[in-house]
């Protein structure tokens, strides 16, 4: 265990002490705070996919341990323990219902009426059709305008087949409403709504129940999830 705390130093470390200490000269390097980010805001939902990230992160960068070679040896653990961070610091909201509650109730809403939305994705993602003729999403590097401490605004985009523009604009700014936000009105095909992003990270978050990592695609970019659609 670390003998010299540093952010991601937690009680019930597993880090050897060699690992632990260069975790801690670096630990304010831009590839784990980065990380950690991904992680509180949802971005990244299950642990292996924050290990396969942070080993292409350190071997794009150099940055490893003296005599180490292989990045995924040592991304493994520090990814884990960058995770059990931000478990413990999302411990602290754990028990309210939060802004990020309040959106997926909305997405969850939209995907009732045929509309698709997804969550940190583009739209390659969203597969529109006849029967599901309009589709929402939060774009996929959204989460580095989102905070879990400070109120920003969070941008939602939409679109819609033929002429349903309009008619999904209005069906999400009124989603948004009935779940509790205050979103502006429609401003090309974006409605903005600000939010104190407070995800539930953990292995049961609640955002992520119907997801199963066995059958999203093995690259780290693409286990966000859509709801609703022809899937």
Not at 102 to 114: D, K, P, Q, T
Request: charged share 30%; aromatic share 8%.
């Amino acid at each position: 265990m670390a003998t010299s705390p540093h952010p991601f130093h937690t009680p019930d470390s597993t880090l050897d002490d060699d690992l632990a200490g260069w975790l801690g000269e670096h630990a304010d390097h831009r590839v784990f705070d980065e990380l950690a980010r991904r992680i509180l805001c949802g971005d990244i939902v299950f642990p292996a996919d924050a290990g396969e990230l942070l080993a292409e992160a350190l071997g794009d960068e150099g940055l490893l341990p003296a005599g180490v070679t292989d990045s995924a040896a040592v991304a493994g653990p520090v990814a884990e323990q960058i995770w059990r961070h931000c478990e413990t610091t999302a411990e602290a909201w754990a028990d309210e219902h939060t802004d990020a509650d309040r959106v997926i109730e909305a997405f969850e809403s939209l995907a009732e009426r045929g509309i698709v939305a997804g969550v940190f994705v583009d739209f390659t993602d969203l597969e529109l059709t006849d029967e599901y003729p309009g589709g929402v999403l939060i774009w996929v590097d959204e989460w580095g305008n989102l905070d879990p401490y400070e109120r920003r605004d969070l941008s939602i985009q939409f679109t819609g087949l033929g002429e349903a523009d309009e008619m999904i604009g209005r069906a999400l700014v009124d989603a948004l409403r009935a779940a509790g936000l205050e979103p502006a009105e429609p401003l090309d095909d974006v409605v903005t709504v600000p939010v104190v992003w407070k995800w539930h990270v953990g292995r049961d978050s609640p955002h992520v129940d119907d997801l199963d990592r066995d059958d999203v695609d093995d690259e780290f970019d693409d286990t966000d999830f859509v709801l609703g659609g022809p899937y």
